[in-house]
RNA sequence: CGGGGAGUAGCGCAGGUUGGUAGCGCGUUUGGUUUGGGACCAAAAGGUCGCAGGUUCAAAUCCUGUCUCCCCGACCA
């Protein structure tokens, strides 16, 4: 491609709305614009490195057997009442209605039009196992985009979908499309961990997301060095601590003023935040009769110096969301804001819940449900039961890894890439099921797998960038050879040697960004340097005279000289070693 | 949805308190000189100052409303 005809412009300064250093980059490439928040523009450049990552899911989707489909943006809503969720998702489903009333979506994601696929074309367990997958416009109106191409609203989606006779044959195809993830992501020069993640509203059993670890990620991880151990801390656990062992004490009230805070009320009483009892007020949403939600107010109780954590409770009580409950309804249940305690509530208003440790603790300093007043010496079993006893609380930075013990990492990352093992949920919700040997019918065993292209493209920017700009990977750079051109109308030699150069390796099936444009040196330089194409060619009049071209790459900054009679294969070697720098980074992942 | 910030030329910004014909840098166009890390000289094009009302002889500037964008949080299938 000659510059001098590209579609594209560089900028010097940087645009004020972009915060992070991908979009600050993507944007100064000209490779993306703004249309709105959380919307984009892709321009040639820009494209051309969505596509190659988007090339590079075709291949590692079509080694393991995919086939790709492509299938509708704009979904009736029909399918998405079947399986409920029209009604589930709140306003990130952006709905329409087309000229006779008929209620449409965007697709926000596509096991419903999968599920439904399936229901039409099998029927006999000869059909399976298949696995179909798209690469795809999806829309979600997200309350915030915000990052650049890193969380918006439109966006290119690579879903793929596992088509299973049982739940033996998902779990052995996850491992397989596992690798596969980390294949891609290798790929594209790109570091993730692999987490064990919620699954959410999707449903399903097991489910991982990978992860890019990044301070401007979004989500929070907890790591063992130790044993590999990784979790999205929605879900992360922690080995606790060994309650102490004490004879129970009758209960006491105790005054304290003023002290509404456990750290308050630790210092208040000189005990530690360990020997209290934090009470949560919150109001679930929980599944109710024929379809419809109900509200449930839920009490739950961790230790005082623990975090509880909203998914983990969420799941326990099998909630659809949860939120803090108002002082009015705390009231109502017999309980006092700041003052919480299991013991002498409406019993039979409160879904009662309990972390483990404080289950197991003797003597903990709980609320009365008065203000001004706790109690002491409370115990589970003897002073109160709850309707759940489980893990609840947040894992933290240096908390016992629950596999090996060691201190747990706290880091940030952003979700490249998520893969879950749905079960059933979709297929008996669109009626896709099929035959037996015996004639029996059974639901199809599903999978759904996805990985943003846009995205990921965002995060290798964020990662992969010096002070001069982008250093993409030669997998996915918009060109793999910059051929800077230094000759002016006044070294017509110049000018025809470039020329030769370009038709010699564009005809060899190299792909080269020819700066062929009438600009100084540095323009030409930084630009190279700021787009991040791997490879950068100079052809000047010194190096002509001495019978050779400059090589400068990217990513590491080492130049070195190919001769004009050797060139061919001097980039090709070039190239070549791009290349294994990448395969070398692929391995053999073990499910984590 | 809660909190904070911002909308003036393609990009970055000034002007606004004290109302009086809208400016700077980069980029763009033309001509000339230059030409190995973002050249120089000269000329030029380009803005209903987010939008709508209001106050006023007069509004980018003051008032009211509204829309949009960015950041933090909530949310995130």
Not at 286 to 307: H, I, P, T, W, Y
Not at 379 to 394: E, P
Not at 545 to 556: A, H, P
Request: hydrophobic fraction near 40%; glycine fraction near 8%.
């Amino acid at each position: 491609m000659r510059m001098s005809k590209l579609f594209f412009q560089t900028l010097r300064e940087v645009p004020a709305d972009a915060e992070i250093v991908s979009h600050q980059l993507m944007l100064r490439t000209g490779m993306i614009r703004q249309i709105a928040a959380g919307i984009f523009d892709y321009l040639p450049l820009g494209l051309r490195v969505k596509q190659k990552i988007e090339a590079i899911f075709r291949d590692e989707m079509n080694a393991i057997e995919g086939q790709e489909v492509n299938l509708p943006v704009v979904h009736p809503a029909e399918l998405w009442q079947r399986t409920g969720r029209w009604y589930e998702i709140g306003d990130d489903m952006a709905r329409l209605k087309d000229r006779n009333g008929r209620e449409l979506c965007l697709g926000m994601t596509h096991e419903e039009l999968m599920a439904d696929l399936a229901q039409q074309l099998v029927s006999s367990y000869r059909q399976m196992p298949f696995m179909l997958y798209q690469i795809q416009t999806k829309f979600r109106d997200e309350p915030r985009p915000r990052a650049g191409t890193i969380r918006v609203r439109e966006f290119t989606m690579k879903d793929a979908y596992s088509f299973d006779l049982d739940f033996a044959g998902l779990d052995a195809f996850y491992p397989r499309i596992y690798q596969s993830y980390f294949n891609i992501f290798h790929r594209c020069g790109l570091e993730v961990v692999a987490v064990n993640s919620d699954t959410g509203m999707m449903g399903g059993t097991m489910a991982h997301e990978f992860m890019a670890i990044t301070p401007i990620g979004e989500d929070t991880l907890l790591i063992c060095d130790s044993c590999g151990y990784s979790a999205n801390r929605q879900i992360a656990t922690a080995r606790k601590p060994q309650p102490p062992v004490a004879e129970l004490l009758p209960i006491e009230r105790v005054h304290t003023p003023g002290a509404t805070t456990i750290a308050a009320l630790a210092e208040f009483l000189n005990i530690a935040e360990t020997e209290t009892a934090k009470a949560v007020f919150l109001v679930a949403e929980l599944a109710g009769e024929n379809g419809k939600s109900r509200e449930q107010f839920v009490f739950a109780v961790v230790r005082g110096d623990m975090e509880l954590n909203e998914t983990k409770l969420t799941n326990a009580i099998k909630a659809r969301r949860v939120r803090p409950a108002t002082v009015d309804e705390i009231h109502a249940v017999g309980a006092e804001a700041g003052y919480g305690s299991p013991v002498g509530i409406k019993r039979d208003q409160v879904l009662l819940i309990v972390d483990d440790l404080v289950a197991a603790s003797p003597n903990l300093v709980a609320g009365a449900n008065q203000v001004d007043w706790h109690l002491r010496n409370v115990n589970y079993a003897r002073d109160y039961k709850a309707d759940i006893v489980t893990d609840l609380v947040a894992a933290a930075e240096g908390d016992a890894c629950p596999q090996c013990g060691a201190a747990l990492r706290s880091v940030r990352g952003v979700e490249v890439g998520n893969i879950f093992k749905l079960g059933t949920k979709y297929s008996k919700a669109m009626g896709a099921t099929y035959l037996d040997e015996k004639g029996e019918s059974h639901p199809i065993v599903m999978g759904s797998y996805g990985i943003g292209s846009d995205r990921l493209m965002a995060v290798v920017a964020e990662l992969h960038n010096d002070e001069n700009g982008i250093q993409w990977p030669i997998t996915i750079a918009p060109y793999q050879v910059s051929l800077v051109s230094l000759g002016t109308p006044k070294t017509p030699d110049v000018v025809e040697a470039a020329e030769r150069i370009y038709r010699q390796l564009s005809d060899a099936g190299i792909e080269v960004l020819y700066d062929d444009r009438d600009e100084r040196a540095g323009v030409k330089f930084n630009d190279a340097d700021l787009l991040g194409i791997p490879i950068r060619l100079t052809v000047g009049g010194k190096g002509l005279k001495n019978g050779i071209v400059e090589t400068k790459l990217r990513r590491t900054g080492a130049m070195s000289e190919i001769a004009l009679d050797n060139l061919l294969v001097g980039v090709q070697a070039l190239i070549r070693a791009e290349l294994q720098a990448i395969d070398a980074t692929l391995t053999e992942e073990k499910l984590v």
